[in-house]
C-alpha cells in the first residue's frame, strides 16, 4: 500500500472505531461493509486492507439487497506503487424495510 492510501485509511481506522471481520462469509463481509459505508465512502483499496477480498461482488449484492450505493472513481496506488482507477463506494441509502 502507498503512503497515501495507507494515510487515508490511518485515519478512517483513527477517527472510527471499525472491528475486524470475525470470519469472511459473505453475509459478515456485507455487514462490514455497511458498517464501514456507513461512516464514510471507502475505496475498493482500503476495503481490501480491512480484509474484505473482492469488495465489488459484496456491494453488488448489497445492491441486489435494496441498498443505494454510489460509485464513483479515484486513482491510488497499489501496494506495488501502480497507480489504479479504483472505485469509491458510498452508502446514499439503506434498504427499505
Do not use: W
Not at 462490514?32 to 480491512?50: D, G, N, V, Y
Amino acid at each position: 500500500m502507498n503512503n497515501i492510501t495507507t494515510a487515508i485509511l490511518a485515519k478512517k481506522q483513527s477517527d472510527e472505531t471499525i472491528q475486524s471481520l470475525p470470519n469472511t462469509s459473505y453475509a459478515t463481509q456485507r455487514s462490514f461493509i455497511l458498517q464501514c459505508l456507513r461512516k464514510c465512502p471507502h475505496s475498493t483499496l482500503e476495503l481490501r486492507a480491512l480484509g474484505i477480498c473482492s469488495p465489488a461482488p459484496r456491494i453488488n449484492e448489497l445492491r441486489n439487497k435494496g441498498y443505494v450505493i454510489k460509485t464513483t472513481r479515484r486513482h491510488e496506488y497499489d501496494s506495488a506503487g501502480v497507480i489504479h482507477s479504483i472505485a469509491v463506494y458510498t452508502l446514499l441509502a439503506s434498504r427499505n424495510r
